[in-house]
């Protein structure tokens, strides 16, 4: 084992490495003192998990290693005062002060809406180790449904808030490889950094074309991308390649700024897929309204340039559409590459497995957001990979609170929503395989409520203008209610609260 940390009076964290002990050398309920450097510590392993406090009682100084260590508490063998050994707090007296914490090997989570928010609930409930946010990005983790509207205000959290909570941040670096065998994580800049527990929320990586990398192609990932599609297309040609929702809600914004919006779509309608041929051909009307031109039941051959630059798109048709700017939403896969030879299950599609705590089959290693592939609890833990902002959140949560070992099983529902020309749809629920769909209010007049049917149950639901029926649904859901085909059918809604 190697490593440890301690805070000096500036509160920047001052580490030390030296070799104190092999991982093998404690077993669960075993304590051992070391010292490193100045640093007398208390090495005690619980649960299968290190951590390094100050080796001697706050009282009168009793060295800990002769006292009793039981679960997550050492008492003091003189006195009996009790310190816990995951946090360092005094649990009982006497004594005053707590231990000094510090951490043998640190909590690495890579940056994303999942990770912040497995790195505040592990704050939330007292854990004061180590925590490291590693991003390729140049900014802490954002509101990423924002980037298509390119807003300023786009982080979840301030810089301020990581120092305030002692949560590294580190920026533009990335992991091209994991050991879990030997606890390490290799980054792109060849620097190694062991960690105690891991949590993979990688996100997914943007499919692309013949001529991605012409200039004035864009992906829409980051809010740098976000900028530059906005000033690339004022006044000029945009074509938006993928009709679902980045496709979709970047053709909406550009819409009365570019000069012309061409969106390509391989469907007849944009989001058939995920909302049905009805909803999307009325999404395709309302965009066509504002001047934007489909091309739907396509796909892109190639992207040409000329002098290294977008000049036009050549479809599979053989029809060319002039482009000064292209932005490309074609389909996502999991970004998981890197875990290669890791030893952590990969489903075919390139997720990450992970069972109803988020932990996937190596201990110590978990995994959440749009990388992982999770029983989704609302259709029998079915093993689904979706890829929603909500969902990301609420994974990180069940992450963090099983790494603290409070068994907590994911049972979130999927809700997510799509903005276009300032209309709201919003969808909950999990549609896959459905074979029909009821229709509350009319489409044409694009205020409706949608119940997608699935085995004579209603397994989702999508609404435009008929607020808070998604969301009472979704609740429903959440507390194991069965709807039925019949009571979708049904002229009255009150079992709606309608």
Known sequence: METCQERGPDDNPEELTELVCQETDLKDGEMKAVEVGEAKLLIVRAHGQYTAIGSRCSHYGAPLIKGVLLGDRVRCPFHGACFNVKTGDIEDYPGLDSLPLNCCCPLILFAGPASLVCAETLRQNEYKGRIIMITKDLLPPFDKPKLSKVTNKILLRSHDFFHEFGIELWTQKEVISVNTADKVVKLSDGSLQRYDQLLISTGSCPLNCPGWDLEGVKLLQ???????????????????????????????????????????????????????????????????????????????????????????????????????????????????????????????????????????????????????????????????????????????????????????????????????????????????????????????????????????????????????????????????QRITKTQALAEDLSWLQM
């Open 222 to 480: 980051t809010y740098e991308d976000a900028k530059e599609i906005h000033t690339l297309s004022l006044g000029q040609k945009a074509v938006v390649v993928g009709t679902s929702f980045i496709g979709m809600e970047a053709a909406s914004y550009l819409s009365d700024k570019a000069a012309s919006v061409s969106v390509v779509g391989t469907s007849a309608y944009p989001y058939e897929r995920s909302l049905g041929p009805k909803i999307g051909q009325m999404t395709l009307q309302m965009m066509e309204e504002q001047g934007v031109k489909f091309y739907m039941k396509s796909g892109v051959s190639e992207i040409r340039g000329h002098n290294g630059k977008v000049k036009e798109v050549v479809l599979k048709d053989g029809r060319v559409l002039e482009a000064d700017v292209v932005i490309l939403g074609i389909g996502v896969i999991p970004n998981s590459d890197f875990l290669q030879d890791s030893g952590v299950e990969i489903d075919p599609k390139k997720a990450v497995i992970v069972n109803k705590l988020m932990m996937t089959n190596v201990p110590g290693v978990f995994s959440a957001g749009d990388v992982t592939s999770f029983p989704l609890s609302i259709r029998g833990d079915q093993m689904v990979s979706i890829g929603h902002w909500q969902m990301s959140h609420a994974q990180g949560r069940v992450a963090a609170l099983n790494m603290l070992n409070k068994k907590t099983e994911i049972k979130s529902v999927p809700f997510f929503w799509t903005v276009l020309l300032g209309k709201s749809i919003r969808y909950t629920g999990y549609n896959e395989g459905y074979t029909e769909i009821i229709f509350k209010g009319t489409v044409e007049e694009r205020k409706f409520l949608a119940f997608y049917i699935k085995e004579n149950v209603v397994v989702a639901a999508a609404s435009l203008m008929f607020d808070p029926a998604v969301a009472r649904l979704a609740e429903m859901m959440a507390t194991g």
